[in-house]
């Protein structure tokens, strides 16, 4: 296996991937976060690894396990995760598979929050959350030679992808629709485009793991 590791096309390379949810706590019992397994971004690093790369893998309290053969940086906030991110590198390529809440709870408390009775629930405030793909797309220094994010939309998927690689900065965006009736979100199967700046490339429906090593293939391609 070592060997077969060092031979592969990502052979000294190193590629940060962020995967999993972010939780944001409410308070020390209760969060808020979003739906995601981190079952893409977990597959990614496996096909990653599997073509020889070194991968820090920078997941938030996901599903299913870290893959083997990563170095693994667990964090729960997205704020630890844009820390975490940030000392990962310098990185060859940038993954952002993460789905990071927008928003944090801006009134959190430090002790369990109780019902007084009165009927009234607490009124949570809200903060935005540092964008991680945004931030590190527009690193003057430093910046990963590739940076790729995703889109998970429900309506005019390759609209808001494209508007979306516009605004972040990345160099390629994996748009998907996660619209009920795809059956994308919490399944095995995927269906993306590909957004660069040589347009959208739609790729054919097929299992996470295949779309995972189709990304590995393509990212070795442009880092070679
Ligand atoms: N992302 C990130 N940090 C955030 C939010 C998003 O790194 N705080 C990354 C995701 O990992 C993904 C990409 O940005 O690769 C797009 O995430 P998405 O939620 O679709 O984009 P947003 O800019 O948050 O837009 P939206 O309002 O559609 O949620
Ligand atoms: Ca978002």
Not at 107 to 127: H, I, V, Y
Request: aromatic content about 4%; overall charge negative; glycine content about 10%.
């Amino acid at each position: 296996v070592e060997a077969a590791l060092a031979d592969g096309p990502l052979a000294g390379r190193h590629v940060v991937v962020t995967s999993g949810p972010t939780h944001e706590p409410i308070d020390p019992v209760r969060y808020i976060a979003n739906r995601s397994s981190g079952a893409q971004g977990t597959a990614i690093a496996a096909a990653l690894v599997a073509l020889g790369a070194r991968v820090s893998f920078v997941t938030g309290p996901a599903s299913v396990p870290p893959p083997p053969g990563v170095e693994v940086v667990s964090v729960e906030t997205a704020r630890q995760m844009r820390d975490a991110v940030m000392a990962a590198l310098p990185a060859d390529a940038g993954v952002f598979a993460a789905a990071v809440a927008d928003w944090r709870v801006a009134n959190a408390a430090d002790r369990k929050m109780k019902k007084d009775g009165s009927g009234t629930p607490p009124a949570l405030e809200f903060a935005e959350n540092p964008d991680i793909l945004a931030e590190i797309s527009g690193l003057t220094e430093g910046r990963p030679a590739l940076v790729v994010g995703f889109a998970a939309e429900t309506d005019n998927v390759v609209a808001h992808a494209t508007a979306k690689r516009a605004r972040k900065g990345c160099d390629w965006i994996l748009a998907n629709d996660v619209s009920e009736g795809t059956g994308i979100m919490g399944g095995s199967e995927n269906e993306v485009t590909l957004i660069s700046d040589a347009g959208a490339e739609t790729w054919p429906r097929m299992g996470k793991d295949a779309v995972a090593r189709q990304l590995a293939q393509r990212i070795a391609e442009a880092l070679a």
